[in-house]
């Protein structure tokens, strides 16, 4: 227990390098500092089924390749990136591909249908997005951070971060609009 305690408040590449060297405790430790991060970011980009599965192999992959972790960028960054591999991979060998999420969601209660219908919009619009903008979103919104931590998970500055980020949105609302006027008119056609 004293040991858990003083891992705690070591920094991820104190933690890293302990876990390098072997110490479960330390990648433990890390694990559970991450894990909201990576189970948000997961759970944005995939389907609820697989969010637990996929959860699951980022960090058997980051216990596999922890060797290979060199810390050229944060504990975090690296996770993450392991994290866009996996979730790769989730629609790689299940032959899916995240645009043909269908956009009419029937569901026993008719007002809820919209909730889905903008939900499975938000996603199809997200991935169409560049990924410097995907992330800085993702990471406001799935992760919760404020624009200081943005910046810092980005290693740009404050006003970067805000800028980038109001042209995320930007951008992310021009894509809803146009994937909108696309279901309208498809479904005027049908």
């Known amino acids: ?5 003083a891992f705690e408040a070591l920094s991820d590449k104190a933690l890293v390098e302990k876990a390098q060297g072997g110490d479960r405790t330390a990648f433990d430790i890390l694990c559970d500092r991450h894990l909201d991060s990576v189970y948000n970011r997961v759970r944005a980009k995939i389907p609820p089924e697989g969010v637990e599965d996929v959860t699951q192999n980022v960090f058997v992959a980051a216990v596999r390749s922890l060797d290979s972790y060199r810390g050229d960028s944060s504990f975090r960054t690296w996770l993450l990136s392991i994290a866009r591999y996996k979730i790769a991979d989730y629609y790689r060998h299940r032959d899916r591909r995240p645009d043909t999420v269908p956009l009419k969601y029937q569901d026993s209660n008719p007002g809820r249908s919209d909730i889905w219908e903008d939900r499975i919009l938000v996603r199809v619009a997200l991935r169409q997005l560049p990924d410097h903008y995907q992330e800085i979103l ?14 810092k998970a980005l290693d740009i500055s404050l006003d970067a971060a805000k800028s980038r980020y109001r042209r995320a949105v930007a951008k992310m609302a021009d894509v ?10 498809g479904s005027r056609s049908s």
């Open 176 to 185: 809803i609009e146009n994937e909108r006027e696309a279901i309208g008119e």
């Open 1 to 5: 227990m004293k040991k858990i305690k």
């Open 138 to 151: 993702l990471l406001r919104f799935a992760e919760g951070l404020k624009f200081k931590q943005i910046a």
